[in-house]
T-cell receptor
């Protein structure tokens, strides 16, 4: 099956700092989603981004499908941004394949 | 609009017991999914459904059965629970045919934490 690799695996930031999370995938994909799993385990949809760039407040994402990667940018990080960020890709008709995530800790 | 809901939120089973997890969605989505998440890992697909009365196997289907008798509900069954099935189970749904809302974006429920002793 498709391989989805995320980097870095762990990231510690001072509040107010910026960061870039990367997602590489090994095959062509139909779609790509970014999720934030908060400390209570809830999965929150951040972006549905098969290609191009989207922005939502302090977060933005870019997917370059032809080069098989996506980037998630977090600016002016806050403690509430802490948690695990997952990239997930869809290849065939239905299921998502998840990466192993980037664990972000924002310290005040 | 509750989105995707899951029942129960927590459950403890003894080895060999059976149980059913219920997922419900009110977004009129055609597709529904069951995933499991083990510690330190991403989610893996167990089974999915592309419509009422249909089901298909995902990446890790062994030891589980599913049913989709109504479009809004997707049930996950464990016939004889094993400690290896201790995990957090997430349900998701996607793909609305409503005009202007056609999308494959998946929306997830809050999860069910299952422990098998």
């Amino acid at each position: 099956g498709i391989q989805v690799e995320q980097s870095p695996p762990d990231l510690i930031l001072q509040e107010g700092a910026n960061s870039t999370l990367r997602c590489n995938f090994s095959d062509s994909v139909n779609n790509l989603q970014w999720f934030h799993q908060n400390p209570w385990g809830q999965l929150i949809n951040l972006f549905y981004i098969p290609s191009g760039t989207k922005q939502n407040g302090r977060l933005s994402a870019t997917t370059v499908a032809t080069e098989r990667y996506s980037l998630l940018y977090i600016s002016s990080s806050q403690t509430t941004d802490s948690g695990v960020y997952f990239c997930a890709v869809r290849t065939g008709a239905n299921n998502l394949f998840f990466g192993t995530g980037t664990r972000l800790t924002v310290i005040p | 609009n509750a989105g995707v809901t899951q029942t129960p939120k927590f459950r403890v089973l003894k080895t060999g017991q059976s149980m059913t997890l219920l997922c419900a969605q009110d977004m009129n989505h055609e597709y529904m999914y069951w995933y499991r998440q083990d510690p330190g890992m991403g989610l893996r697909l167990i089974h999915y459904s592309v419509g009422e009365g249909t089901t298909a196997k995902g990446e890790v289907p062994d030891g589980y059965n599913v049913s989709r008798l109504k479009k809004q509900n997707f049930l996950l069954g464990l016939e004889s629970a094993a400690p290896s099935q201790t995990s957090v189970y997430f349900c998701a749904s996607s793909y609305s045919l409503n005009p202007g809302a056609i999308s494959y974006e998946q929306y997830f429920g809050p999860g069910t934490r299952l422990t098998v002793t």
